[in-house]
């Protein structure tokens, strides 16, 4: 049985937990009353800040923090891949939107694309006068959005590398999410959740929360589960703009949600500023009764969480889609920024051009 799932969660104390989900043993009734369980696999010193952001794709964990690295783990090979070093700032997000890329957005107003087989900087676009608060790639992998500081929503074209559309907004928002048939996206300003259809651009529905959106996740097309500054979890159905369930998932504020399916079971994870990661199964045919599935205390203040999972297709997902001669030449390589990873070990040097400009540029090289 080769497919299991982990979830990696981020904390204040610059330390990443790694937990694996052991389901309850047993058949019928008796899954109903067994508790799930949280193994730890691995804790590990990641950062020398605070971590803020952590993805997940079959292969590969990125962390990103204050400190203004992003870490690389080999979850084949248990093993620390290395480290991009593009950002000046904090790293405020990052998604592995398919096997091929990694996009990272930064305080420091940029949006980078990165090849996840070389781990080269394709394309480092200046995406937001003031920080990159948030981003999201389309399913198809051609598209990504993102929201700053300066009160713009922009859509990006990855294939060719350019803005393909600039929304100005009110306020700061400070999530974007697309649906996972990418026909509409969800915006969060503060307290208020605008819902936009892919076609139009325009709002097709408004939701508000009791205090600040910390994180969404939507759990089906239609289904977003909505966590804020409170105790609570919320879950709205886009279809009826109502929602449909809410319950008291921590003693503390939950800090972030994320999904996945097992055993027929559709699976919320939540984690919070109390320190413990729990499992509620929300399926379906249950939505009004969330059941609490298992938890762990990490006794750290915990930022952020992904779900890992490897699967028997993994192999195949080596093989990466081929990428145009157009797509090529249109996520070039910023000068005097690269990096190359080839096993473990990381060289930072910095470019002697860069130096003269008194700025720190960061030239990253493994051997």
Same mark, same amino acid.
């Not at 950062?47 to 292969?59: D, P, R, Y």
């Not at 998604?95 to 694309?113: A, I, K, N």
């Given at each position: 049985?080769?497919?299991?799932?982990?979830?990696?969660?981020?904390?204040?104390? +610059?330390?990443?937990?790694?937990?694996?989900?052991?389901?309850?043993?047993?058949?019928? $009734? =008796?899954?109903?009353?067994? =508790?799930?369980? @949280? =193994?730890?696999?691995? #804790?590990?010193?990641?950062?020398?800040?605070? @971590?803020?952001?952590?993805?997940?794709? +079959?292969?590969?964990?990125?962390?990103?923090?204050?400190?203004?690295?992003?870490?690389?783990?080999?979850?084949?090979?248990? #093993?620390?891949?290395?480290?991009?070093?593009?950002?000046?700032?904090?790293?405020?997000?990052?998604?592995?939107?398919?096997?091929?890329?990694?996009?990272?957005?930064?305080?420091?107003?940029? @949006?980078?694309?990165?090849? #996840?087989?070389?781990?080269?900087?394709?394309?480092?676009?200046?995406?937001?006068?003031?920080?990159?608060?948030?981003?999201?790639?389309?399913?198809? $992998?051609?598209?990504?959005?993102?929201?700053?500081?300066?009160?713009?929503?922009?859509?990006?074209?990855?294939?060719?590398?350019?803005?393909?559309?600039?929304?100005?907004?009110?306020?700061?928002?400070?999530?974007?999410?697309?649906?996972?048939?990418?026909?509409?996206?969800?915006?969060?300003?503060?307290?208020?959740?605008?819902?936009?259809?892919?076609?139009?651009?325009?709002?097709?529905?408004?939701?508000?929360?009791?205090?600040?959106?910390?994180?969404?996740?939507?759990?089906?097309?239609? @289904?977003?589960?909505?966590?804020?500054?409170?105790?609570?979890?919320?879950?709205?159905?886009?279809?009826?703009?109502?929602?449909?369930?809410?319950?008291?998932?921590?003693?503390?504020?939950?800090?972030?949600?994320?999904?996945?399916?097992?055993?027929?079971?559709?699976?919320?994870?939540?984690?919070?500023?109390? $320190?413990?990661?729990?499992?509620?199964?929300?399926?379906?045919?249950?939505?009004?009764?969330?059941?609490?599935?298992?938890?762990?205390? #990490?006794?750290?203040?915990?930022?952020?969480?992904?779900?890992?999972?490897?699967?028997?297709?993994?192999?195949?997902?080596?093989? +990466?889609?081929?990428?145009?001669?157009?797509?090529?030449?249109?996520?070039?390589?910023?000068?005097?920024?690269?990096?190359?990873?080839?096993?473990?070990?990381?060289?930072?040097?910095?470019?002697?051009?860069?130096?003269?400009?008194?700025?720190?540029?960061?030239?990253?090289?493994?051997?």
């Amino acid at each position: 049985m080769g497919d299991h799932v982990e979830v990696i969660v981020g904390s204040y104390e +610059q330390i990443v937990f790694g937990y694996r989900v052991c389901p309850a043993e047993g058949g019928g $009734g =008796e899954e109903e009353e067994k =508790e799930w369980r @949280l =193994e730890p696999v691995f #804790t590990h010193h990641a950062h020398t800040a605070c @971590l803020s952001a952590v993805a997940a794709n +079959q292969q590969f964990v990125a962390t990103g923090s204050k400190d203004e690295t992003v870490q690389l783990y080999d979850m084949k090979t248990r #093993t620390e891949h290395g480290a991009l070093l593009h950002h000046d700032g904090t790293i405020s997000c990052l998604e592995f939107g398919s096997t091929s890329h990694l996009l990272s957005g930064g305080e420091d107003g940029l @949006l980078c694309v990165w090849s #996840t087989k070389t781990w080269e900087c394709l394309k480092s676009i200046k995406a937001h006068m003031g920080h990159v608060t948030s981003l999201s790639m389309h399913p198809s $992998g051609k598209l990504a959005l993102s929201v700053g500081t300066d009160k713009k929503l922009r859509t990006w074209n990855l294939i060719e590398g350019r803005p393909a559309f600039t929304k100005n907004i009110k306020q700061n928002a400070q999530i974007v999410q697309w649906s996972p048939a990418g026909d509409k996206y969800v915006v969060v300003v503060n307290d208020k959740l605008d819902v936009y259809d892919l076609e139009s651009a325009s709002i097709i529905g408004t939701f508000a929360y009791r205090k600040r959106i910390s994180s969404v996740r939507f759990l089906k097309n239609t @289904l977003l589960a909505v966590a804020g500054d409170d105790e609570h979890v919320q879950v709205y159905d886009l279809t009826s703009e109502k929602c449909i369930c809410e319950f008291k998932a921590h003693e503390n504020r939950v800090k972030a949600l994320d999904s996945f399916e097992m055993n027929d079971l559709c699976v919320l994870v939540t984690a919070s500023n109390d $320190g413990f990661i729990k499992l509620w199964d929300f399926s379906t045919e249950r939505q009004e009764s969330v059941r609490l599935l298992g938890q762990v205390n #990490t006794t750290a203040r915990l930022t952020c969480l992904s779900v890992w999972r490897s699967s028997t297709k993994e192999e195949k997902s080596d093989t +990466q889609p081929a990428t145009s001669r157009s797509d090529k030449e249109a996520l070039l390589p910023p000068k005097n920024k690269r990096v190359r990873i080839s096993k473990e070990e990381v060289v930072v040097e910095e470019d002697a051009s860069s130096k003269k400009q008194g700025k720190k540029k960061k030239k990253q090289k493994v051997q």
